[in-house]
């Protein structure tokens, strides 16, 4: 069984601050790992993943994540937040037993970017 | 490519009701998810298809059936709606292979009422 825990279900930052939304992770196996992002009134869009290559990921509009085995978490990071950021985010690990490889996902983190 | 579309929009149905979601994706992926999305749950699979003609359960499928007689479409049904069936519903898709990355589509805000 593979299950994803998000510390925080709101985060509010002020412009050009430190964006860090914690994610950790529990799974049988070897995880695959992904950040989802959602815009009010919309579908989830992919920021970053990790597939077991590189420790430190780089995804869209500035975001990365670390995988640390040891610690079990895939933690999200921006240098600076924008406005624009403001925005649900969710971590998710993939089943990747089985044949469709099903994501289970975190609760989410709504993040707030205030002035 | 349009990606993964999902109709309507919107919905507001009455208890006892039913309807179909439909879903449709111009991807050719093999993979397809229905996830319902509550409030501070997260998103919970429904059911899913690895391929037409084959579905199978996710977390959540009670009051639901799907089925799957083609690559492109994936729709989702409800009969005897509740208004625990309230809900954002995402469809998603996924090609073979090692990514896993999965792809969503915009939703349907559906309330029972």
């Known amino acids: 069984a593979q299950s994803v825990t998000q510390l925080g279900s709101h985060v509010s930052v002020s412009e050009g601050a430190l964006v860090l939304l914690r994610c950790n992770y529990s799974s049988s196996v070897p995880p695959y790992l992904f950040w989802y992002v959602q815009y009010p009134n919309q579908g989830l869009q992919l920021l970053l993943k990790y597939t077991s290559a590189a420790t430190l990921v780089k995804g869209i509009n500035g975001f990365e994540a670390e995988f640390k085995k040891s610690e079990t978490s895939f933690h999200l990071t921006k240098p600076s937040a924008h406005m624009s950021d403001a925005a649900e985010y969710f971590c998710a690990v993939s089943d990747r037993t089985g044949t469709a490889s099903k994501l289970t996902f975190g609760t989410g983190t709504r993040l707030q970017v205030t002035l | 490519n349009a990606g993964v579309t999902q109709t309507p929009k919107f919905r507001i149905l009455k208890i006892g009701q039913s309807m179909t979601l439909q879903c449709t994706q111009d991807?050719?992926?093999?993979?397809m998810y229905w996830y319902r999305q509550d409030p501070g749950m997260g998103l919970k699979l429904i059911y899913y298809s690895v391929g037409a003609g084959i579905t199978d359960k996710g977390e959540v499928p009670n009051g639901y059936n799907v089925s799957r007689s083609t690559t492109e479409d994936f729709p989702l049904r409800l009969e005897l709606a509740a208004p625990s069936q309230t809900s954002v519903y995402f469809c998603?898709?996924?090609?073979?292979?090692?990514?896993?990355?999965?792809?969503f589509g915009p939703g349907t805000r559906l309330t029972v009422t």
């Open positions: 991807m050719n992926h093999n993979y």
């Open positions: 998603a898709s996924r090609t073979t292979g090692n990514s896993y990355e999965q792809y």
